[in-house]
């Protein structure tokens, strides 16, 4: 059979366009086209959700056959006429913000979570970049998104007899994934090199199609490379550290190189975690070379347009690189730039960035901050959480001052939403609802209770369905003893309360917390009248033996004949088996470690479908949390009263069981003479009309638009050569009288209620224009946190380096204000791009 990837094969001239619909991953979520691969080969459609497969596996006699098939015809003839209208029709970006990032996004990441059929992701960074990507594409906002092309990707699950995880890793073939080889100018299969130690890697360039979108992907699987290196984009994230770091220098250097050979010049580079902050650096490395200008000032050009994206609960999280390996490794990439290796470590080493041996080293969330103009988080908690991380990295300065913004996480919600919660949110808001904002307060107010619980009856049935199917090939597989029927899923029932909890299996998570009293979970799975059944899916990775032994436990739990059918563990965890469950389950269960959930958008997932969440009050579910929406696991927890201690698994499993008990099972089968549970339903509404929008990509993706990636893409446009110069110049100059300058006095007058605060600092000569000074109250009971700038008043008499700096503030008591000086550009993003700071003793 011939290949796409490297020839098209002979199709029929009628079914021409079926190679452009097919190449365009938009039929991961958009499914006008369904029927169309279904027609082709329905067994092969179904299993892989992949429509380039089913077009390269179908018989030439099926082709030939459907080409005079005028239904057939017809049906194509329709989708590629919307498909045509979808690539100029107009766009929010197109019609809010037209033309103000004429040069686009560069988004960069270590996985996408596109489709099943494209297995390239782990688990939810992967799935949430995937998510941006498609949103990006719904609004038309100018996005390349840059990774690699992994040959195994993450491992594929199965689980023994005795509920032991196995792993394996079949090969992705390239030309059987919906991606074409990327061609240069010649119509040649476009490459880049990166330098290691004595040879160049050759990287192969692909392209997947996202819409109006692109994936560009990267593999080091070029016959001409070395064995090694031919294996260095093999599997994702991989145990070995040495080849995390050369994954991140073909990510990082190879990604930027390979824009920059198709001549874009991204306005904007977000990098999605610290493993791409190498494309950082190799940007400013590029933008100095293109300018004449030494790193520092290709830094101070370029940073003020990166924006670090962070999903790090905990500050071992990140990427961390042993000087001797960076000097083999990095060296032959920056000999021939102004940038040596030691200088680079310099940049991303902190006092506790230390190996036993006590060398530095590198931390690639240091390197991304100090290579960025902002960074942000993915949940209000976990600004927080990140300010904390951070804070070392910023001498002297207040939690409350790191510069950490958040920017709540959101699911592409037609990726996620059911056939029937389809129907009725176009019933209700049109066909074109997710592309746009959401400007109805209560889109389903017109939606009865009968219909909402129509859709989640369907909802029910077609998963417990799929479950069977799913169950019935892993008790094939393993054979096991006891109850056939159980094992095939036929005792789960469709109209029974069904939760599930599906997710990476791992301590934090906590999926073990229901069976902390088994016993206790044995009676509430065994009520006749108020009868529940729980699916869980999920993997542990591999060298997780912790998360291993979680798994295990379910599924010996699982085979105990009290509950024997009620519980049951879907194999091999996947963005298709995610959407099953996600579309069909009532209650969705998160039970993480309070702090150590960046966000957690599994949650958002059910929202559309009319799903329930019983959650830690931890990420993007405390911000979403009220009674009339769902339960909350210790409401109202704080960052400040629980980052101190962990200790908290046994009253969070009582609290969790107290409310299934009490609340939610009840809710759910009290029903009124209609047979309807009217206060379940009043929370499914709620949910789904104030959730479902505010917790979306579409909300994501704008909100990074508006308040990132134009205020930064001008910005970049006035950090100028000539002004980064010179604000490298003039750090040079502050730093040389830093060490001098001080407080010489301090005078309080209260003066109308107020209090007036004089203060006297000696600058060494420096122009005062080129610092603040501010006085700061942290908050109290006599008030808010409070940051005043104080107004340079004159030079002090007598003295021609001493300036007098004077504010009025709230009167508060002695020693609640306390004075700082700080570098005093606005230009600069403080403290992240000068964390120079003193306070007055």
Known sequence: MTLYAYRPRRLPEALGGLFTLALDLRWSWHHGSDRLWQALDEDTWNSTRNAWLVLNGVSGERLDMLSHDPDFLQRLQAQLTAHAAFTRAETWYSEAHPGKLERGVAFFCMEYGLSESLPLYSGGLGVLAGDYLKAASDLGVPVTAVGLLYQQGYFRQAISADGEQLEFYPYNDPTMLPLSPLRDEDDGWLRVTVPLPGRDVRLRAWIGQVGRCELLLLDSNDPRNEPGDRGITSELYSGDPEKRLQQEMMLGIGGWRLLRKLKRDPAVCHINEGHCALALVERALSWGRDNERDFETARSATRVSNLFTTHTSVAAGFDRFPRRQLELYLAPWLAQSDLSVEQLVALGVHDDDRDATGDPLLNMGRLALAMSGRVNAVSRIHQQVSQTIFQPFFPRWPRQDIPVEYVTNGVHTPSWDSPESDELWTGACGQDRWCRPMETLEPLAEVSDQTLWHMRLAQRRRLIHYLRQRLASQHC????????????????????????????????????????????????????????????????????????????????????????????????????????????????????????????????????????????????????????????????????????????????????????????????????????????LARVRTSMNTLTATYSANRMVRQYVEDFYLPMSENGRQRTAAVAQ??????????????????????????????????????????????????????????????????????????????VYQCRVPARPKGHYTPRIVVGDNRLTLPLEDASVIWMR
């Open 477 to 680: 597989a393993h054979h096991p003893g006891g109850n056939t029927q159980a094992a095939c899923g036929l005792l789960l029932d469709s109209e029974t309360l069904t939760l599930g909890f599906a997710r990476r299996f791992t301590e934090y998570k906590r999926p073990d917390l229901l069976l902390s009293d088994e016993a206790r979970l044995v009676r509430l799975l065994s009520q006749r009248d108020r009868p529940v059944q729980i699916v869980l899916a999920g993997k542990a990775h591999p060298h997780d033996h912790t998360g291993k032994a979680l798994i295990q436990r379910w599924k010996r739990f699982s085979r105990r004949p009290e509950v024997e059918g009620r519980v049951v563990f879907i194999e091999d965890y996947d963005l298709g088996v995610a959407n099953q469950l996600v579309q069909g389950v009532d209650v969705w269960l998160n039970t993480p470690r309070h702090p150590w959930e960046a966000c957690g958008t599994s949650g958002m997932k059910v929202l559309v479908n009319g799903g329930l969440n019983v959650s830690q009050f931890d990420g993007w579910w405390a911000e979403a949390w009220r009674p009339e929406v769902g339960w909350a696991i210790r409401p109202g927890a704080t960052f400040e009263e629980l980052s101190h201690t962990n200790d908290h698994d046994a009253s969070d499993a009582l609290e969790l069981f107290e409310l299934l008990e009490n609340e939610v099972i009840p809710a759910f089968y009290d029903v009124n003479a209609d047979g309807l549970p009217e206060a379940w």
């Open 726 to 803: 010179a604000l490298v110049e003039q750090s040079r100059q502050i730093a040389g009288h830093w060490p001098r300058i001080r407080f010489t006095g301090m005078e309080v007058q209260t003066l109308d209620g107020e209090q007036q605060v004089t203060v006297d600092v000696y600058l060494d000569g420096l122009d005062e224009r080129m610092i603040r000074v501010e006085l700061v109250a942290e908050a109290s009971e006599f008030g808010p946190r409070l940051v005043q700038p104080m107004a340079v008043q004159e030079a002090l008499p007598g003295s021609g380096h001493t300036w």
